[in-house]
């Protein structure tokens, strides 16, 4: 799509940057000193503070190139948080059961990627193609099924009842936060951005 580009974040550029999910809340306090919480967000959305990773002169200029190269915010990119980038456990590789995506009911024949369950289920728009395993009810499926814009699309519908799972690593589709770079250079040469942030896409487009 015009409007996202299928090219990762330099990884190189990863140690060092701080961020994760936000919540948008509405809180009136009342006279009374008791409050009213709203939320207008369905699920948490993630930020990142990339600007503070930099730490020469060489990976400013990278970060420039790609800033430049997606035209600041307007096209969307790739991003491999440092902090959540697979449906298993830390420090164990995605198996076909780690995840439930749902339950056969003998003529479903797609079910969409998710990390979590129940309200905190979030969707996986951008998994890493390679590393999608599927099972149905305990049994790994390797064939009769293929990745369809984030989901798993079967051939053939699981029988009713049949439990779908699966595991994998992913990106997070991304945008720059703001339109302008502020670089800086230190009195050593060392290169940094003021402040330079991302912000999670909920769809792509």
Known sequence: MRGFHYVSFPAELAPGIRGGPEFRTQITELASGHELRNSPWAGSRRRWEVGTALRDLA?????????????????GFLFRDPFDHSS???????GPDDVRLGTGDGTRTRFA?????GVSARPILTPVAASVQVSVDGQPRRQGWTLAAGGVQ???????????????????????????????????GAGRVV???????????
């Open 154 to 188: 079967f051939e053939r519908p699981p029988a009713a009842g049949a439990e779908v799972r699966a595991g994998f690593l992913f990106d997070v589709p991304v945008r720059f936060e703001q339109d302008r770079l502020d670089g800086l250079i230190d009195a050593f």
């Open 59 to 75: 990976e400013l200029r990278v970060l420039m190139a790609f800033f430049e190269a997606r035209r600041g915010p307007l096209h």
């Open 113 to 117: 990627l998710l990390k979590g369950e």
């Open 88 to 94: 298993a456990a830390p420090g164990q590789r995605p």
């Open 195 to 205: 402040s330079l942030g991302l912000v999670e896409l909920l769809e792509i487009s």
